[in-house]
Structures are given as C-alpha cells and as structure tokens.
C-alpha cells in the first residue's frame, strides 16, 4: 500500500512537471516524506529528479535554452550547500525536515502567486543584486539533500533575473540534473542515501507521469489549470506542515 501511494504522488508530480516545467517536488516531496521517512524520501526525490529533468532536456524539439553563467554561478555557490543539506538530513528531526518542506512549498507557492503580476512583454524586470545568487545558490543546495526540494531559491532568482519562460525551464532542469549528480555522493558520505523499496514501480510512475503529461499540456493550461495548481501546492504544504506539528 505505501509503493502505491508513493507511486500515486510520483505520478502525479511528473504529470505537472513535464506539463508545466516545474512541480514534481512540490506535490511528491510532502507525500513521500510522510510515507518513507526522510531518508528514503531525500533518496527517491534526488533518483527521480534525476531522470525526470534528464528527460525534459532530452525529449524536447527544440534546441534547450540554458542561461549558462547563471547556471554556473548557481551551481558553484550549491555546492557547500550539498554537504550542509545532506549532514543536516542525518542530524535533524523527521518532524522539523517535514516543515521545512512545508515551508519551501509555502515559499514556491508564493513565488507561483507573484509571478502572475510581474511585467509581461515589453516590460522588464530588475536584474538580481549580487547577494541573492549566493543566496539562491546555497539555500538550493542545501534544500536538494536534506528535503529534495530545491526549486523554490532558484525560481526566486531566475525571475528576479527576468528570465524568458523557455529559458527558466531548461535551466532549472540543468540545474537539478547536476544538483543531483553532485548530491548523491554527498548522500554516500553522510550514510544518508537509502533507496526505498519499490524504487523501480516510482521511477516506472514518474516515466509514465512525463508521457502524460507531455500528452495534457495542450489542454492543461489557462486561468481554471493555474487556479487548480495553486490549490493544489497550498493544500499540499498545508497537509506537510499539519503533519510536521502534530
């Protein structure tokens, strides 16, 4: 029953990935955490990660547009990030990482929100001061090993940056693919990497999850899908954080 449920959330998350660019932590992280503990939640959320956002760059039909110096800059402050997360997915409380997932959706949630009032075309946004890609850098890094949900500070950052839609989306999948390259042997080191059983029923939903939801973007789009989304994360982070309290 717990493979099942997990597989539900994977299938679910890959779905709103793959049909909007973004999204597969959000819903999946909370749900994963509450069934396998943090550890194996972390494990999974990085395994998936991986091959999801592998499969967005690869299986598009267009050449990724990837903002490379942002990229790299974001990566390099990730970095002590990586360690800090993963050490602090050994040391601290299944309850206190349950709310911080909690919060990070609550802080992408809000990001989702405000994006829908920045400038539209023709319209640009103020470039990020120097502090917030070290910020970003380091709060994602640290996010990706301890929780698996790394978005919500580069997001921050990439809209801050004005970045064109397209260009968002790649580069926020180059940056997970790495993010996960680099943080599963920080797992290794810390003894914090534990694959949950049924590993290949999740990774068999989140492949079934991308082609579905390649198939519903054509229709999963509009005012209506945007206000299901939000409500969706907000539930999702309300139930997260519910259950790191009680």
């Given at each position: 029953?717990?493979?099942?449920?997990?597989?539900?959330?994977?299938?679910?998350?890959?779905?709103?990935?793959s049909?909007?660019?973004?999204?597969?932590?959000?819903?999946?992280?909370?749900?994963?955490?509450?069934?396998?503990?943090?550890?194996?939640?972390?494990?999974?959320?990085?395994?998936?990660?991986?091959?999801?956002?592998?499969?967005?760059?690869?299986?598009?039909?267009?050449?990724?547009?990837?903002?490379?110096?942002?990229?790299?800059?974001?990566?390099?402050?990730?970095?002590?990030?990586?360690?800090?997360?993963?050490?602090?997915?050994?040391?601290?409380?299944?309850?206190?990482?349950?709310?911080?997932?909690?919060?990070?959706?609550?802080?992408?949630?809000?990001?989702?929100?405000?994006?829908?009032?920045?400038?539209r075309?023709?319209?640009?946004?103020?470039?990020?001061?120097?502090?917030?890609?070290p910020?970003?850098?380091?709060t994602?890094?640290?996010?990706?090993?301890?929780?698996?949900?790394?978005?919500?500070?580069?997001?921050?950052?990439?809209?801050?940056?004005?970045?064109?839609?397209?260009?968002?989306?790649?580069?926020?999948?180059?940056?997970?693919?790495?993010?996960?390259?680099?943080?599963?042997?920080?797992?290794?080191?810390?003894?914090?990497?534990?694959?949950?059983?049924?590993?290949w029923?999740?990774?068999?939903?989140?492949?079934?999850?991308?082609?579905?939801?390649?198939?519903?973007?054509?229709?999963?789009?509009?005012?209506?899908?945007?206000?299901?989304?939000?409500?969706?994360?907000?539930?999702?982070?309300?139930?997260?954080?519910?259950?790191?309290?009680?």
């Amino acid at each position: 029953m717990t493979v099942a449920l997990a597989a539900l959330a994977v299938l679910a998350g890959a779905v709103l990935q793959s049909a909007t660019g973004f999204g597969f932590a959000l819903v999946a992280a909370p749900i994963l955490f509450a069934l396998l503990g943090p550890q194996q939640a972390v494990t999974a959320g990085v395994l998936l990660g991986l091959v999801l956002n592998l499969l967005t760059l690869a299986s598009e039909r267009r050449r990724p547009v990837v903002l490379a110096r942002d990229t790299w800059l974001l990566l390099v402050w990730s970095l002590p990030g990586l360690a800090l997360g993963a050490v602090a997915l050994r040391e601290l409380s299944e309850q206190l990482l349950s709310a911080l997932v909690a919060l990070a959706v609550l802080a992408m949630l809000a990001v989702r929100v405000g994006a829908r009032s920045r400038p539209r075309r023709g319209e640009r946004a103020s470039r990020p001061r120097r502090w917030q890609a070290p910020a970003a850098g380091l709060t994602s890094g640290a996010l990706s090993t301890s929780t698996a949900l790394s978005g919500p500070p580069l997001v921050l950052y990439l809209l801050a940056r004005a970045a064109a839609p397209s260009a968002m989306r790649d580069t926020l999948a180059a940056i997970f693919v790495v993010q996960a390259l680099l943080g599963l042997p920080a797992l290794f080191l810390t003894a914090t990497f534990e694959p949950p059983a049924g590993l290949w029923a999740l990774i068999a939903a989140g492949l079934a999850g991308h082609v579905l939801g390649r198939r519903a973007f054509a229709w999963l789009r509009g005012e209506r899908y945007e206000r299901a989304v939000l409500a969706l994360l907000a539930l999702t982070a309300l139930v997260a954080l519910a259950g790191s309290v009680l």
